[in-house]
């Protein structure tokens, strides 16, 4: 760790700051934008720093804290390659921590204590209107920003067109799905969207294209405004469900391209649907192929799946398999499904969905669960279920789960 790295730090600390305070320059918006890109975990820091619900029990803990313990909680995040071995820096850089987590925890915390309620502010391609007061909020959650960097967070705003871009409308319907609609001019925009999901979160996409996205708790999709090249392609980290709708290019005839670009390798749909589950955590990806074919690319190698089969890749090695495609897809259609699934798995994925972390007491088996139940169900219930296998027990303290061995 280096005066570099503590600077950077101290950066993107202040940016978040300004995000509460609505200062933002158009430069540190993209700044702020490409540092949440750069992969999963910092979207999911920044969510955790911006949860107004939990920051009065952040700040309570923040009293708590050991500065260096503190300092390596906050490095691992934002450089977790780099937070192993030594750990002689804390003593010299403590008091550097310590004021960063101030910045961030105590900024947010006047910000949210002392300013206005955030609204949209209306620029030219944005005419979203927020909901009206006492209306129920939406349960289906994530953030939509735009090219320019806007950001509208699609479960505070009513139903209907909530922005232009270039000659593409986009739409919020009434079943919580967003839509991207031409409207009929010969006019093409360049520029990206991105689409986000918090923990706890999942949203409907319908692309320019007519192809239809489920995307899944604590992901993150980025797609063109038009697909203005023969080839179509998006970005995705954590998990989407794809019906992907075939596309003509009107110039040469031919059929166009659908490409997912994925975890260090590319999936191609052939008139497809197909599920794609990249998490960190998970230490692995799964492409499994409902409809059609997929061509999946890794490493300059590539094989051809077919429906019912799925593609498992983990560091430089893949295998074919057969696909349970109910357990696979089970998300996107309000369930869990487990078959013979690891405890870590199972845990990952109900610490992404219930918005929760999880740790693990000395002495927790190596276990593995068959069952089925609706994402719907109370976090308690779900670990009840898994209690009956006899082999571990579930406390919960400050939405922190913890696995102990269960009787012997």
Do not use: C
């Not at 799946?305 to 893949?318: C, E, I, N």
């Not at 939405?399 to 269960?406: A, L, M, Q, Y």
Request: proline share 4%; no cysteine; net charge neutral.
């Amino acid at each position: 760790m280096n005066e570099q790295q503590i600077e950077k730090i101290s950066h993107i600390a202040s940016l978040i700051v300004g995000d509460m305070q609505d200062s933002l320059t158009t430069d540190e918006r993209q700044e702020l934008n490409a540092w949440l890109q750069e992969n999963g975990d910092n979207y999911l820091l920044y969510e955790e720093l911006m949860d107004q619900e939990k920051l009065g029990t952040d700040l309570k803990e923040l009293n708590k804290y050991d500065p260096s313990r503190a300092y390596e909680r906050l490095t691992q995040k934002i450089f977790p390659e780099q937070t192993t071995g030594k750990r002689v820096y804390f003593k010299i850089w403590w008091y550097t921590a310590a004021a960063l987590l101030l910045l961030v925890a105590g900024g947010i915390a006047y910000f949210a204590l002392n300013k206005p309620a955030k609204s949209i502010i209306p620029q030219s391609s944005i005419i979203a209107q927020k909901k009206a007061p006492g209306t129920t909020p939406d349960t289906k959650k994530a953030v939509l920003i735009l090219a320019d960097g806007s950001s509208i967070p699609l479960n505070e705003i009513a139903n209907g067109d909530i922005a232009y871009q270039g000659q593409v409308i986009i739409h919020k319907n009434q079943n919580g799905q967003l839509e991207y609609k031409p409207s009929g001019a010969s006019v093409n925009i360049a520029g990206s969207n991105t689409l986000r999901t918090p923990r706890g979160g999942e949203y409907q996409v319908v692309l320019e294209d007519g192809t239809r996205i489920w995307l899944n708790s604590a992901s993150t999709l980025q797609f063109p405004v038009q697909f203005n090249t023969n080839e179509r392609r998006v970005i995705l980290t954590g998990e989407a469900y794809f019906e992907v709708a075939k596309a003509i290019d009107p110039k040469t005839n031919n059929k166009k391209s659908f490409i997912v670009s994925v975890d260090n390798m590319e999936v191609q749909a052939i008139g497809t649907a197909f599920n794609i589950s990249a998490y960190k955590e998970d230490n692995r990806s799964q492409t499994t192929v409902v409809e059609g074919l997929v061509k999946v690319s890794r490493h300059n190698k590539f094989s051809m799946l077919k429906p019912g089969k799925k593609l498992v890749a983990a560091d430089t090695s893949f295998t074919i398999e057969d696909a349970d495609v109910k357990q696979e897809t089970a998300w996107k259609n309000g369930e869990f499904v487990f078959r013979n699934t690891s405890l870590k798995m199972v845990m990952n994925e109900l610490a992404r969905w219930y918005d929760m972390d999880v740790q693990y007491a000395p002495g927790v088996p190596s276990l593995h669960f068959s069952g089925e139940v609706q994402r719907e169900s109370e976090v308690t219930k779900v670990l009840e279920m898994l209690e009956y296998t006899g082999g571990v027990k579930f406390t919960i303290n400050n939405r922190i789960i913890t696995v102990h061995p269960g009787k012997k």
